[in-house]
């Protein structure tokens, strides 16, 4: 009897030493899980987070490319109503409707409006020497001063050939006058003759259709 109750309780000890590694484990085990649940829901607090912010980060783009393409409509069709206008302001001052000066003063506030830091000036000299239009005679230029930047050019309704070639002398006259080279020379006009362009790549001049298409290199 002795021998089998001391039997009995080595088993006893032994289950109940399994029991408690089993317990033990079990209680690992659900440390663990539960760890694992918070991890979880930590990511899932972090990812909402993240959600919310990259909701916040589109909503806050789509206003501002509502706002930019507002913005880029309403200058285009500003753009376009003046290119109207000065279309039209061409067409009267070829065909004597309005006069030379009032289209070319209307060119001039479009181009103190695209870059308000320029400084557009009306030069006029009396060439005594006939050297523009081959007799004694005023000349009339347009001088564009921007940042140091001397641009000569030529606002006008239409733009032929020989005025083309006018043009360039009285650049060169202002320039003989002056003392002083100028930058780059520009023709702003919607009606250039093709004969006129071709002299126009021949002499270096740049030519612009209207005022506005100068945005670029006048406000860069």
């Known amino acids: 009897m002795r021998k089998d109750r001391e039997a009995s309780e080595r088993k006893w000890e032994k289950n109940e030493r399994k029991w408690e590694e089993a317990r033990k484990a079990d209680a690992e085990k659900w440390e663990e899980q539960n760890r694992k649940w918070e991890e979880n829901e930590r990511k899932w607090e972090e990812n909402q987070e993240e959600l919310k912010k990259l909701r916040e980060e589109q909503e806050r783009k789509w206003q501002e490319s509502r706002q930019d393409f507002k913005e880029e409509m309403e200058k285009s069709r500003k753009y376009f109503d003046l290119k109207l ?53 005023t000349v009339e230029l347009d001088v564009i001063i921007k940042n140091g930047l001397l641009m000569l050019c030529e606002l006008k309704s239409s733009m032929s050939r020989a005025d083309m070639f006018a043009f360039y002398k009285k650049a060169k006259f202002y320039e003989r006058k002056q003392n002083r080279k100028g930058d780059r020379l520009i023709v702003i006009s919607p009606m250039v003759e093709d004969q006129a362009k071709k002299v126009a790549d021949e002499l270096g001049v740049k030519i612009y259709s209207f005022a506005w298409d100068m945005e670029e290199e006048l406000t860069g």
């Open 85 to 137: 206008n000065a279309t039209l302001g061409a067409i009267g001052s070829r065909w004597g409707i309005r006069t030379e000066a009032s289209y070319r003063n209307a060119l001039k506030g479009i181009l103190e409006e695209v870059a308000p830091d320029l400084e557009v000036i009306h030069f006029e000299d009396f060439d005594s020497e006939g050297m523009v239009y081959d007799r004694p005679g």
